[in-house]
């Protein structure tokens, strides 16, 4: 079973975006396992509360720019 989980900030999706990624990788991975792996493939993506991630000592947190509408 491919299993695919993909972490972005929180609001930095909307509904719409979410089920397009998960659509657009489950194609993908039906592309390289076939497509009897469809029913099986699992995509999970996780919002991380800002704050919550950071990279080099550096936290972040999404701009007001950046976050989804919707």
Same mark, same amino acid.
């Given at each position: ?13 909307? &509904? ?5 990624? /998960?659509?657009? %990788?489950? $194609? ?6 076939? @497509?009897?792996? &469809? ?5 999970? /993506?996780?919002? %991380?509360? $800002? ?6 000592? @550096? ?12």
């Amino acid at each position: 079973m491919p299993f695919v989980n993909i972490k972005t900030p929180e609001a930095a999706l909307t &509904r719409a975006q979410k089920e397009d990624i /998960i659509h657009r %990788v489950t $194609d993908m991975l039906t592309e390289y396992f076939s @497509e009897a792996a &469809r029913p099986h493939t699992m995509v999970l /993506i996780e919002e %991380v509360r $800002d704050g919550g991630y950071g990279r080099a000592d @550096e936290v972040y947190v999404i701009p007001e720019a950046w976050r989804a509408e919707g």
